[in-house]
């Protein structure tokens, strides 16, 4: 399926269809200018160019506000499931090119003190309140033995970025919880996490939360090893619900680790990587706005397997689909 596809047209030929059809005073403002560049155009719609073109469209048919809304989280929608898609063949294309390495330096979505997983508790202690709390509903602490530790190692995941609850920029700091955020009301504290990526006296975003505090995040300067004991998330699947979502049978090792701007993926010195670390949009803005990574072992072959990329609300690709095409709610 082309990009173009995923946002409703037949072909880049569609798109320059609908666009000739379109007359310049029908729109108004920026769409105006970016209308005239985009007619110029016979095929080779990047991204953002289609999510222009709904826009457009939308505004052409006198779409009601609130719709026209819909209109652009559908699009986001479409945009989301192709960013899954990169980060799939991305993560596989890395590894192919690194030797069966795959890539290192993941979010470990935790809060701690210090750079030690072994010292990770439980999930309501230490997910991190950032985390969209959809995301963290199928996740669960597990305890790796040596054994497990050192197949992850094998396959290149060493490390694991970690935000520092001690950590503060300015009035604010990195602490909050999980339990916190679930809590309902919510209990996050007044000047924590989430505080600080709202307040405008520092230049902390949901984008760069695991990123060192140097960097504007609130991550640990030290990556945490993953060894013998360490704790890490997994998605449970001894739900059935759950296993069946990620196609995988009951009770398969699945191990979850945030996609960020930190990770090997990203590092231009590296064979395979990637110019940019996707964003997901549909969380709220102080909420962990990236992708995750499931890391499964297959116990016919004892290897480990990307199993699939979910959404920063914890969504599937096919669940995302739906959104697209409307049969789910992009809400």
């Given at each position: 399926m082309s990009i173009a596809q995923l946002f409703g047209f037949k072909s880049d030929k569609?798109?320059?269809?609908?666009?000739?059809a379109v007359e310049t005073h029908q729109v108004s403002g920026k769409l105006r200018s970016r209308l005239a560049a985009l007619k110029k155009k016979e095929g080779g719609f990047t991204l953002l160019e289609l999510l222009v073109v709904?826009?457009?469209?939308?505004?052409?048919?006198?779409t009601a506000t609130i719709i026209l809304r819909d209109t652009d989280?559908?699009?986001?929608?479409?945009?989301?499931?192709a960013m899954m898609d990169e980060l799939s063949k991305g993560i596989l294309t890395y590894r192919v090119l690194n030797n069966g390495q795959y890539p290192d330096n993941f979010d470990s979505l935790f809060v701690a003190a210090a750079a030690d997983l072994t010292t990770i508790t439980d999930k309501d202690t230490n997910v991190s309140g950032v985390v969209n709390v959809?995301?963290?509903e199928p996740l669960e602490v597990a305890t790796l033995t040596e054994a497990e530790a050192d197949r992850l190692n094998e396959y290149g995941i060493t490390q694991l970025r970690v935000i520092g609850s001690g950590i503060a920029h300015g009035a604010f700091n990195c602490a909050g919880t999980y339990a916190q955020a679930v809590a309902e009301p919510s209990t996050l504290p007044a000047d924590g996490i989430r505080a600080l990526?709202?307040?405008?006296s520092n230049d902390v975003t949901n984008s760069n939360i695991f990123r060192p505090a140097g960097a504007n995040g609130c991550g640990l300067d030290a990556s945490a090893p993953i060894v013998?004991?360490?704790k890490v998330l997994v998605w449970d699947t001894s739900d059935q619900g759950n296993a069946d979502r990620i196609k995988v049978p009951l009770n398969t090792t699945v191990y979850?680790?945030?996609?960020?701007?930190?990770?090997?993926?990203?590092?231009?010195?590296t064979r395979g990587a990637l110019n940019n670390t996707p964003t997901y949009r549909h969380v709220t803005q102080d909420e962990y706005n990236r992708f995750v990574g499931l890391f499964g072992v297959n116990e016919t072959t004892d290897e480990i397997e990307l199993i699939a990329v979910v959404d920063g609300a914890g969504d599937t690709k096919d669940e995302e689909l739906g959104e697209w095409d409307g049969t789910r709610s992009t809400l």
């Amino acid at each position: 399926m082309s990009i173009a596809q995923l946002f409703g047209f037949k072909s880049d030929k569609h798109v320059a269809a609908k666009l000739a059809a379109v007359e310049t005073h029908q729109v108004s403002g920026k769409l105006r200018s970016r209308l005239a560049a985009l007619k110029k155009k016979e095929g080779g719609f990047t991204l953002l160019e289609l999510l222009v073109v709904v826009a457009i469209l939308a505004a052409v048919a006198g779409t009601a506000t609130i719709i026209l809304r819909d209109t652009d989280r559908q699009a986001s929608a479409a945009a989301h499931v192709a960013m899954m898609d990169e980060l799939s063949k991305g993560i596989l294309t890395y590894r192919v090119l690194n030797n069966g390495q795959y890539p290192d330096n993941f979010d470990s979505l935790f809060v701690a003190a210090a750079a030690d997983l072994t010292t990770i508790t439980d999930k309501d202690t230490n997910v991190s309140g950032v985390v969209n709390v959809d995301l963290a509903e199928p996740l669960e602490v597990a305890t790796l033995t040596e054994a497990e530790a050192d197949r992850l190692n094998e396959y290149g995941i060493t490390q694991l970025r970690v935000i520092g609850s001690g950590i503060a920029h300015g009035a604010f700091n990195c602490a909050g919880t999980y339990a916190q955020a679930v809590a309902e009301p919510s209990t996050l504290p007044a000047d924590g996490i989430r505080a600080l990526i709202n307040s405008r006296s520092n230049d902390v975003t949901n984008s760069n939360i695991f990123r060192p505090a140097g960097a504007n995040g609130c991550g640990l300067d030290a990556s945490a090893p993953i060894v013998d004991a360490a704790k890490v998330l997994v998605w449970d699947t001894s739900d059935q619900g759950n296993a069946d979502r990620i196609k995988v049978p009951l009770n398969t090792t699945v191990y979850a680790f945030g996609i960020g701007p930190d990770s090997t993926l990203f590092d231009p010195q590296t064979r395979g990587a990637l110019n940019n670390t996707p964003t997901y949009r549909h969380v709220t803005q102080d909420e962990y706005n990236r992708f995750v990574g499931l890391f499964g072992v297959n116990e016919t072959t004892d290897e480990i397997e990307l199993i699939a990329v979910v959404d920063g609300a914890g969504d599937t690709k096919d669940e995302e689909l739906g959104e697209w095409d409307g049969t789910r709610s992009t809400l």
